[in-house]
């Protein structure tokens, strides 16, 4: 079986180790989380003075920015008509000037920097590959080139296989997105900025000073900014406005060469670009994203992925390509929600990126830096965290939002039984009802059972197990957890609840799984 963890920033770029937090400590300003946002925002507030410390609950880059595929573009996830249906024309603009400055920015810091992470202009083209698309892509050449985007309808897309009309964006980029981050992250360290790594925040009092407890110590600052890709502060509030998906990676060495970024218009729909790491030429291809725990087996997306890829490039994947998954956080209304968070007065959030974070999430630290220093963003208003757009985004509201009550309900159906234990497979989860009670049990690779609260703690649903990534993902507002609870995605901030696996005591595991597979148990409590 291929390895499905392995993206190919992990395996192309150092991974440096910084200090967990050892006590309490005071700074200007507090980040929560080492993602392109986090370090970022703690770059832009360093050089406009203030000592930054970046609280990290694992290492930095390995979130999601650690799995992104890096198209830097002005072409978004949500199209420019619907944008400028919802933002109004003026709204559509800003967005792309928004985009643009990310972009700007990231050039201006790989410059000032000298950052060795192959920063390159290339164009990028949104191409039709079924006849009812076109006009979708003509009506969109026509709302990008009104938001004052450059792009112009081709004939022609330079890719291996047959399309019928692409939109050409100019001047679009793209980079190793670790490198990138290692060198930003070092950089701040140099100039005197502090980042603690396995340091967990667990809590953030608003105030003046803020206190950010973690399992650690407590960090006192004037300002606090939750940059770790949802907001774990904002407890329920701004996660009824929020969609967590998976979305799916694969990077292979091949002949194909053409230097650019590339999204076709599909349902669930696919993106590709090159990489080049010293005199190797990656073409990396993503895309089948689904609601984060909806997919009960998680290797159907790569093998879909796989499928796409032989069918277009004529490639047959290999066990030795990279693979990986990753998170995308979907807003209500298609633009990210930046600023200070709701009932907060030195509290500052930045999430909801769809799969344009490299973009949004530097532009999300453009915005907040201004912000703590007591600098007007233009785009402050356009990305305002507590805006309430029930017009433009009631309908994607009710769409995304509904899941929640219907995990909950859905999460009281009965569960199987105990005759799936003795199936349970080394190195799986699933959850169980074992003489009345629901649990998380997982085999590890000896055989040797464990069990936990299989109930998310950030607001209670069902957590599912993810074959792939091995771990626990709720599918509510995408928390996950690994085999033993702890977690690797918020906005839960406690590890899921271990429990004692429903035996006598002295009794093997083997013997109870005799009786459960017999049936010798009692059936699921209602
Ligand atoms: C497969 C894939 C492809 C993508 N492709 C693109 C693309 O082509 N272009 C694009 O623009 N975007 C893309 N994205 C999206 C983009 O990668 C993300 O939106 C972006 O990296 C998010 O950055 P971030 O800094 O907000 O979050 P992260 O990089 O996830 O950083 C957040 C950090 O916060 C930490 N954290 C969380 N909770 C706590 C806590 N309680 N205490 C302390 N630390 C905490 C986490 O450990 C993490 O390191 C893609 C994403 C995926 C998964
Ligand atoms: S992530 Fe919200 S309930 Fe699990």
């Not at 080492?34 to 930095?60: K, P």
């Not at 081709?154 to 001047?171: H, I």
């Not at 918020?490 to 459960?516: D, H, I, W």
Request: aromatic residues 8%; negative net charge; proline residues 6%.
């Amino acid at each position: 079986m291929p390895n499905y963890t392995n993206s190919l920033w992990s395996e192309t770029a150092p991974t440096p180790r910084y200090p967990a937090l050892a006590g309490d400590v005071t700074y200007d300003v507090a980040v929560i989380g080492g993602g392109i946002t986090g370090i970022s925002t703690a770059c832009l507030l360093q050089q406009a003075g203030r000592r930054v410390a970046v609280i990290e609950a694992r290492r930095i880059g390995k979130g999601e920015t650690g799995k992104t595929t890096a198209h830097l573009t002005a072409a978004l996830d949500t199209r420019y008509h619907v944008l400028a249906s919802r933002f109004g024309a003026d709204g559509a603009r800003l967005v792309a000037d928004g985009q643009r400055a990310a972009i700007d920015r990231i050039g201006r810091f790989v410059d000032e920097l000298k950052i060795g992470c192959d920063f390159r202009r290339v164009p990028g083209f949104l191409y039709a590959e079924r006849p009812e698309e076109k006009d979708e892509l003509l009506r969109e050449a026509e709302a990008a080139r009104r938001a004052g985007v450059t792009a112009a309808v081709k004939s022609a897309v330079p890719l291996p296989f047959p399309t019928l009309l692409g939109l050409r964006f100019e001047d679009q980029a793209t980079f190793h997105p670790r490198l990138y981050l290692q060198a930003l992250a070092e950089a701040f360290v140099a100039a005197g900025g502090a980042i603690h790594e396995e340091t967990q925040v667990v809590d953030v009092q608003d105030g003046d000073p803020c206190r950010m407890i973690t399992d650690r110590g407590v960090v006192t600052a004037a300002a606090v900014i939750v940059a770790a890709h949802v907001p774990i502060t904002n407890r329920f509030l701004l996660h009824t406005q929020l969609a967590a998906y998976r979305t799916y990676g694969i990077s292979m060495e091949m002949p194909f060469a053409t230097d650019g970024l590339f999204w076709d218009m599909g349902d669930p729909y696919h993106y590709a670009r090159l990489q080049r790491i010293a005199d190797r030429t990656y073409v990396i291809v993503g895309g089948e994203d689904h609601k984060v725990g909806e997919e009960d087996d998680t290797t159907i997306p790569f093998e879909r992925l796989e499928a796409y890829v032989r069918a277009r490039y004529r490639y047959e994947p290999a066990a030795t390509d990279y693979r990986w998954s990753g998170q995308i956080i979907e807003s209500a209304d298609g633009l990210p929600y930046v600023g200070r968070n709701s009932l907060s007065s030195h509290v500052f959030v930045a999430t909801g990126y769809g799969g344009n974070g490299m973009t949004n999430g530097t532009l999300a630290a453009m915005v907040l830096a201004d912000e703590v220093c007591g600098r007007r963003s233009r785009f402050r208003e356009l990305l305002d965290a507590t805006r309430i757009k029930p017009l433009a985004a009631a309908k994607a509201f009710v769409a995304e939002n509904v899941d929640y009550p219907k995990h909950l309900l859905k999460d009281r159906l009965p569960l199987p039984g105990a005759a799936e234990l003795a199936r349970l497979a080394p190195g799986e989860g699933e959850v169980l009802s074992l003489r009345g009670q629901r649990l998380a049990v997982y085999r590890n690779a000896n055989g040797e059972l464990s069990a936990l609260s299989p109930v998310c703690t950030h607001l209670g649903c069902l957590v599912h197990w993810n074959t792939t990534e091995k771990s626990w993902d709720c599918p509510c507002h995408g928390s996950r957890f690994d085999p033993h609870g702890r977690i690797l995605n918020g906005p839960a901030v406690t590890p899921l609840e271990a429990k004692p696996l429903p035996f006598e005591q002295g009794e093997t595991s083997q013997r109870a799984e005799a009786e459960a597979a017999r049936g010798d148990v009692e059936p699921p409590r209602r």
